[in-house]
């Protein structure tokens, strides 16, 4: 079974083809856990595909806003992605560190504001296991127009997803690992409760890749594992997950394999498991 939307990866090969065409830009989106111990900032400094900018999902975000890495306005969106040489007219190449998580967030905010992007299949890992050319020299883009235009039946908020507890009108889909979803692993940030939306499915985001590549499973196997995890194929989607990174990358596993309903919850548990009008479910 083949994707329906093979456009939204590219391969290493596609990349090493095509990586100084005009219309090309490679953007290193790698963002890491405070568990994992990785600087992605160091990292992008010691090596990173040529040409690549460094798209922080820290920065490019609402910093007003306590939560982590939320979406920012349109406006502040195309003013930071314009400095970076990112504009109308770009094919915008997306990949990091892990494979493909933070990648798949980057890659969501810019279908939201309307940009032509794509993930690069396996990321840096596959890259430099394949022997590519990596350099620590930062480009220096020029300024490009980036006209962002916000869709915003792709966004989920805290409101949204309260009124869907009770007319479940959407499915929900947690890309937490089970023992978070249970409730029986505490969350990694501090003060928030343990468990899950009420009536959400789950489905680790580790199960869209292939653990050895970290490449995107085939579409027989993305559909199987969404149809395991209880998952309509014919009903929308929200995905949620610990703060709207990983849940970006079932929003992208989604999409490959053609589904049109798809949005991101962007508070997510950060959001959800801090408040306290907020009903938690658990499992046995």
């Known amino acids: 079974m083949t994707y329906k939307n093979p456009q939204a ?9 095509h990586h100084n065409a005009p219309d090309v830009r490679i953007v290193d989106a790698s963002w890491y856990l405070p568990s994992e111990n990785r600087d992605p900032k160091a990292e992008y400094a010691e090596r990173h595909i040529a040409g690549a900018v460094y ?14 890495h939320m979406l920012p306005s349109p406006e502040k969106f195309a003013s930071r992605v314009r400095r970076l040489g990112l504009g109308d007219g770009n094919r915008i190449i997306v990949y990091d560190g892990s494979g493909c998580v933070s990648a798949a967030r980057a890659w ?6 309307g940009g032509d992007v794509a993930v690069l299949d396996g990321g840096m890992p596959k890259w430099l296991a394949e ?8 480009p220096m883009p020029r300024d490009r127009h980036f006209t962002a235009r916000m869709n915003a039946m792709m966004v989920r908020d805290v409101e949204q997803m309260k009124a869907n507890v009770d007319n479940s009108r959407e499915q929900v889909i947690d890309a937490r690992s089970a023992g978070r979803f249970a409730g029986h692993e505490p969350e990694p940030r501090a003060g928030l409760q343990s468990g899950h939306i009420p009536n959400s499915l789950n489905l680790a985001h580790s199960q869209m890749l292939d653990p050895e590549t970290k490449t995107f499973r085939d579409a027989g196997a993305l559909r199987a594992a969404f149809e395991e995890a209880g998952l309509d194929m014919q009903a929308p989607v929200v995905a949620t997950c610990g703060s709207g ?6 929003a992208l596993g989604l999409h490959l394999i053609g589904h049109r309903q798809v949005a991101v919850y962007d508070g997510s548990w950060s959001e959800w498991g801090a408040r306290d009008d907020t009903p938690v479910a658990t499992a046995p």
């Open 131 to 138: 022997g590519r050319p990596v350099e620590s020299m930062a």
């Open 55 to 68: 798209f922080d999902i820290d920065d490019i975000a609402d910093t007003d806003n306590p939560l982590p």
């Open 108 to 113: 969501w905010m810019f279908r939201v504001f």
């Open 245 to 250: 990174v990983s849940a970006c990358v079932l």
């Open 9 to 17: 990866l590219v391969s290493t090969e596609w990349l090493a083809k």
